[in-house]
């Protein structure tokens, strides 16, 4: 079956510029998009269509594609950023849903 | 504003059935894709299924199909899954979402805070 791959933590000092990755053989194909979940929340969409920003989402959210890895990146990194990040796309036929494991960022 | 608020989860013991609902508000739910998500306890998120809007289409991820079944009932503006013959591994918060389709994918615009599905005996 087809998986997204994402580096399970990430760590950042506040101000510092934070990268998540996320790697998948359909990503040249198939749009993806980044929830960030805080504890005990549900999931809120923060990239879509690879660099598009959701509305109410801070300008130091962004994303970029480059072959099949996808990147958020997050410019200043702030203490309330702390949180799991998850990307998203779609196998091949764009038939299955597919999400990354998550990545914890935690800032210093 | 969107709302979608889950209802129906609770203990239920292996094999065991459950049904779950998801009452939409805020926007025109026949117009829109809807799905279930889960996050077991602790770990990341899983989609299960997705239903197009007029409930003609629905996929399944490998691990609950045969078991689940997702419907919706759009007088109602309400998305179901019931779940038969559950196992331990199906304990999980289940989310509701509503997708939108941007050419052959979907993203989660909208989500429920969650109902918790306990499979124990």
């Known amino acids: 079956s087809y998986e997204l791959t994402q580096p399970p933590s990430v760590s950042v000092s506040p101000g510092q510029t934070a990268r998540i990755t996320c790697s998948g053989d359909a990503l040249p194909k198939q749009y993806a998009y980044w929830y960030h979940q805080k504890p005990g929340q549900a999931p809120v969409l923060v990239i879509f269509?690879?660099?598009e920003r959701s509305s109410g989402i801070p300008d130091r959210f962004s994303g970029s594609s480059s072959g099949t890895t996808v990147t958020l990146t997050i410019s200043g990194v702030q203490a309330e950023d702390e949180a799991d990040y998850y990307c998203?796309?779609?196998?091949?036929?764009?038939?299955?849903?597919?999400f990354g494991g998550g990545t914890k960022l935690t800032v210093l | 504003q969107v709302q979608l608020v889950e209802s129906g989860g609770g203990l239920v013991r292996p094999g065991g059935s459950l049904r779950l609902s998801c009452a939409a508000s805020g926007f025109i739910f026949s117009d829109y894709y809807m799905s279930w998500i889960r996050q077991a306890p602790g770990k990341g998120l899983e989609w299960v299924s997705y239903i197009s809007g007029p409930g003609s289409i629905s996929y399944y991820a490998d691990s609950v199909k045969g078991r689940f079944t997702i419907s919706r009932d759009n007088a109602k503006n309400s998305l179901y899954l019931q779940m038969n013959s559950l196992r331990a591994e199906d304990t999980a918060v289940y989310y509701c979402?509503?997708?939108?389709?941007?050419?052959?994918?979907?993203?989660?615009?909208?989500w429920g805070r969650g109902t918790l599905v306990t499979v124990s005996s």
């Open positions: 979402a509503s997708l939108r389709t941007y050419s052959s994918s979907h993203s989660g615009d909208y």
């Open positions: 998203q796309s779609a196998d091949s036929s764009g038939t299955y849903v597919v």
């Open positions: 269509k690879d660099t």
